[in-house]
């Protein structure tokens, strides 16, 4: 197996459309959950959906984490707690990936390379680009906040084996935004545990925040 080197884009999400439907139902990880400690922010169990792959594609996987910046301090990541991006549970019973547009396409015309491989879609609920592996909780407002990201990332890629993963031959891990950060901080970690693809490569989608200087009323300050 081999790690090509990282590749740069500019976020494509819902800039195009497809032809082509990819109806990916919901799998919430409600066992890892319970017996792993992976969990979103609110305690609930993390999700991802999966688009099986079709054709010359059925073996080949695009995995992509979902981006929505990050929260810093514990009150908020509490407001997170009450939204999307820190609970699973409003999350929908399934999605239209084919309707984020770019590498999500169903459309050989728009995602020649991609279009019919397995599609995962890594629901976003950590705060921190799927790298947490706090064991106690922060207590807010009587509220526990969980840290877990990297036990999610670690119970979905574990899920995925059902669905044949750990016998792929090419795979592309992305992300947008803190996705992509998250493709940068991850990529070694998914090579090293598909020790079985030809190709593991990535694909961060505007993962990159360079530190520079700010001034703002004349008062210098570092910003990201």
Sequence with gaps: MSTLPLLIAICLIASTTSQNTKIAPKQL????????????IDGSPPAYYYWPGEGDGANHWYIHHQGGGWCYDSKACFSRSKTQLGSSKNYPDSVDLSKMGG????NPSINPMMHNWNTVFLRYCDGGSFSGDREEP???????????GFRVLKAVKKDLEKYGLDNSSNVVISGCSAGGLATYLHLDWWSDNLPNANVVVGLPDSGFFVEYGKYINGKGSQVF
């Design 29 to 40: 990880l409600s066992e890892a959950a319970k017996n792993e400690g992976a969990v979103c």
């Design 138 to 148: 922060d207590v807010y407002q009587g509220s526990n906040l969980f840290y877990r």
């Design 103 to 106: 590498y999500f396409s169903g």
